[in-house]
T-cell receptor
Framework: AAGVIQSPRHLIKEKRETATLKCYPI?????VYWYQQGPGQDPQFLIS???????DKGSIPDRFSAQQFSDYHSELNMSSLELGDSALYFC?????????????FGPGTRLTVL | GEDVEQSLFLSVREGDSSVINCTYT??????LYWYKQEPGAGLQLLTY?????DMKQDQRLTVLLNKKDKHLSLRIADTQTGDSAIYFC???????????FGAGTRLFVKA
């Protein structure tokens, strides 16, 4: 079965650079979520999109922005990178219903900021 | 704000049962999830339970929910070395797109 695809899987950047992370949801899923997981920490919700519109916002820094495109893929743009942005970034997708919103996670993009 | 708490470590012998506990604070939770994360890997959905249920069984996994005490547990029967991982409890509230994760319980399985 198709899963959530994230690219790149690994990314190394320097401080103050920008990075773009991409997420391709499971086919027919209409909702995308972004999470940040620091070393030894639990995933922290950043932002979500439903039908290409922002649906919820968590602890996403102002330096980050995201959007969902017409093909439902999503991109997380990160500018003025800081050392503390080094983390595993997960994307998850779901098919939003009035009930369960079971999220399926991608393998993550490991971002290292030097 | 909402919070989800879990104990950080659990060690069991192979073949024994493991019980991982979780407490949450959000009284409007509709769905509670258990995810498994192996080293360097993504989050794998194990199972979930609706808030109007008190038990769900899925092969070796049993989820118990005490809504009054806001307590969730995951029991893994006949624990195997392949079950060694971090297990995250997660809580989703009514109508929300946001899921709150606990800190994760690291399960060690000794052969």
């Amino acid at each position: 079965a198709a899963g959530v695809i994230q690219s790149p899987r690994h990314l190394i950047k320097e401080k103050r650079e920008t990075a773009t992370l991409k997420c391709y949801p499971i086919p027919r899923h209409d909702t995308v979520y972004w999470y940040q997981q620091g070393p030894g920490q639990d995933p922290q919700f950043l932002i979500s999109f439903y039908e290409k519109m922002q649906s919820d916002k968590g602890s996403i820094p102002d330096r980050f922005s995201a959007q969902q495109f017409s093909d439902y893929h999503s991109e997380l743009n990160m500018s003025s990178l800081e050392l503390g942005d080094s983390a595993l970034y997960f994307c998850a997708s779901s098919l939003w219903t009035s009930g369960a919103d079971t999220q399926y996670f991608g393998p993550g993009t490991r971002l290292t900021v030097l | 704000g909402e919070d989800v708490e879990q104990s950080l470590f659990l060690s069991v012998r192979e073949g024994d049962s493991s019980v991982i506990n979780c407490t949450y604070t959000d009284s409007s939770s509709t769905y509670l999830y258990w995810y498994k994360q192996e080293p360097g890997a993504g989050l794998q959905l194990l199972t979930y339970i609706f808030s109007n249920m008190d038990m769900k069984q899925d092969q070796r996994l049993t989820v118990l929910l005490n809504k009054k005490d806001k307590h969730l547990s995951l029991r893994i029967a006949d624990t195997q070395t392949g079950d060694s991982a971090i297990y995250f409890c997660a809580d989703q509230n009514t109508g929300g797109f946001k899921t709150i994760f606990g800190a994760g319980t690291r399960l060690f399985v000794k052969a």
